[in-house]
């Protein structure tokens, strides 16, 4: 969680911990996925006058310092982990019914409904679940 926070604090405004102790909780409610963990931020961000918001997993390493650049013109998304996005704060209007109907609750389907933008960063992204995970990492990157 740190190393993604330390990733988007050089390029954002603010940062906030979705659906984490402590943290903006996911809306409309927990066990949502990934989607309430955006729809989340989506709708602080909106509450707070902020129109964009870069989202990605609290387990991303290595994202690139220009990547609200690589995003740019949003929304748009990667790829290889599409819940690393650039997403217009106004989007959790539709985001919002879709997590209140029976449509699919994947980010890809959420992204194609807004017409987001598939870019792929050219660089493999580490997703770290555990401890074992982070350990190798360091070791072939000198993190």
């Keep these: 969680m740190d190393l993604?926070?330390?990733?988007?604090?050089?390029?954002c405004d603010a940062v906030a911990i979705v659906g984490r102790e402590g943290g903006i909780p996911d809306w409309p409610a927990p066990g949502l996925g990934p989607l309430g963990g955006v729809a989340g931020a989506l709708r602080h961000a909106r509450a707070q006058g902020h129109h964009l918001v870069l989202t990605c997993g609290v387990d991303s390493v290595g994202l690139p310092a220009d990547l609200v650049d690589q995003l740019s013109l949003a929304p748009a998304y990667v790829i290889s982990q599409p819940?690393?996005?650039?997403?217009?704060?106004?989007?959790?209007?539709?985001?919002g019914t879709r997590l209140a109907g029976p449509d699919?609750?994947?980010?890809?389907?959420?992204?194609?409904?807004?017409g987001a933008r598939g870019i792929d960063l050219h660089l493999?992204?580490?997703?770290?679940n555990t401890r074992g995970d982070l350990?190798?990492?360091e070791q072939d990157d000198g993190l």
């Design 4 to 11: 993604a926070r330390a990733a988007l604090a050089i390029q």
């Design 83 to 95: 819940v690393i996005g650039l997403w217009p704060a106004e989007a959790v209007v539709a985001l």
């Design 104 to 114: 699919s609750h994947s980010m890809r389907a959420f992204a194609d409904e807004i």
């Design 124 to 128: 493999p992204l580490a997703n770290i």
């Design 135 to 137: 350990a190798a990492l």
